[in-house]
Nanobody, 122 residues
């Protein structure tokens, strides 16, 4: 089994930066992809950034040019560098890791973290 945990959230002023970390423990051989999502109260979870097979692939338009997803030295760690933060970036951020088929995560290899709060003050 795999456990996923986020860290690095907190409160920051608009224009500031934060780096979120996502670390997986356990059977990390079942991981070849990671995503960052975010969610605000009353809204659906939004895909922010995707990372596939060691290469960052896509970002939601609202964060392009400001957020960067990268992998650590081992494949069980993924980062989300968030620069030029805006109040509208305030949300709970979730990390998802698993085995990506090319179009979806295999259900038995699909792991989520508990989420971490990011608050950007104006």
């Amino acid at each position: 089994q795999v456990q996923v945990a986020e860290s690095g959230g907190g409160l920051v002023q608009a224009g500031g930066s934060l780096r979120l970390s996502c670390a997986a423990t356990g059977n990390i051989f079942s991981i070849n992809a990671a995503d960052w999502y975010r969610q605000t109260p009353g809204n659906q979870r939004e895909l922010v950034a995707s990372f596939r097979n060691g290469v960052s692939t896509d970002y939601v338009d609202s964060v392009k040019g400001r957020f960067t997803v990268s992998r650590g030295n081992t494949k069980n760690t993924v980062y989300l560098q968030m620069n030029s933060l805006k109040p509208e970036d305030t949300a709970v951020y979730y990390c998802r890791m698993g085995y990506w088929s090319g179009t979806y995560y295999y259900r038995e290899y699909d792991y989520w973290g508990q989420g971490i709060q990011v608050t950007v003050s104006s």
